[in-house]
């Protein structure tokens, strides 16, 4: 298949490391070495590749890197970099509506233009404490939610208007999700929303096992299953790895966290809705080209994929998570019409604020909810802090390389 390809096209390309452009580059120039003319010594072997992506959004993640290690994995730190041909996409098509009056279009040129300035670090910011950064930057009252008792449900009520009428709806649970930067804020969401649904909750609970390692298999050792009881593997979450309880009920829309079935559609970040089963979970599509189709999804042996942990372990549970919230991270990519933002914590990495604001379709569709903790001192009410540094030094480096 890629002796025969003409054409190879990677999206989200700003995201993965640089070093995994070099290994295919590598595999590719080894590949085509007997079918393309002098292709060792061109990059990917002499096939043409479009990458496509923004560097505005998530970069590489570099675990507990530092903003130097995040900008040295990114693809414009590679020597491929300078054989690449830089073309700039200059519209913002998400936000492009046809027959509109005229003040909505200065509305929608004015939040694009609003959203770009985050992401290139160019906001306008404020500090509210002598000596500090001005990384203040303040949220236009209209897309808030104040911070109250209520404050969260309201988040849910703005994002999930009608909720316990609509939700079996697929257009409408396609089109909306509450964002949030950290796994916690989101099972936080999204158990709160399944205690909305109606209905007979299930318990899908994992197996887990520890790995051996190396020397325990060549020694035929037993493994320190001891020291590790299952109690404790299933307290564990891993970040791309489904919880040990898996609770869902009719209706609960979910999202699969590995390619399950290419051929069907069933990929890696593809939103589907439960109409449950026992042994398998049927469910919905509600995303992509097979949106409406129905799909049966089995339990998977998965593993985490990168832990610091001092042993692995496997899970076998089925390779979803609820939907009705996701992480920032999570959402790169999508499109929706309703967003809700909810920020107890700052976002963590380059980009998130951006990808967050980025995936609505019009400024009326957003709502946003910041909890600024008592630690952040010197925070006020409607004010975000901007901790992720700005897109200046990769557009900076961007605009160096040729460009049409
Ligand atoms: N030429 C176009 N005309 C009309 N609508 C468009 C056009 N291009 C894209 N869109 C719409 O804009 C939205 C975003 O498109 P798409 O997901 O391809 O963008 P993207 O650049 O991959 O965004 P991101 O990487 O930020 O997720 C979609 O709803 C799509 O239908």
Redesign the pocket.
Known sequence: MIQEASLIIW??APMISRYAFEAVDRTFRDILKSTVHCSRSRLFGGKLFVL???FR?ILPVVTKGSREQTVAASLPNSTIWDHCRVLH?TR?????AQDIPDQTRQELRDFAEWIKLIGEGKIQGTSFSEGREPNWIQIPERFLIRNGERSLHMLIESTYPDFTNKYQDIGYIQERAILAPKHDDVDEINNIMLSMLPGEMRIYNSADKLCPTEHEINDHESNDQDMHPPELLHSLNFPGLPNHCLKLKVGTPIILLRNVNLSLGLCNGTRIVVKMGNQVIEAKVVTGSRAGEIVHLHRAVLSPSSTHSPFTMKRRQFPIKLAFSMTINKS????LKNVGLYLPNSCFCHGQLY?AL??V?SPRGLKILIVNKPDNRDGQEGYYRLEEFGAEQMVAEEDGRPEE
């Not at 913002?92 to 492009?96: A, P, Q, S, V, Y």
């Not at 790169?332 to 499109?335: K, L």
């Open positions: 999206d989200e496509g992506g923004d959004q996409l913002n098509m998400r936000l492009t790169q990519g999508q499109t990808v980025s995936r379709t």
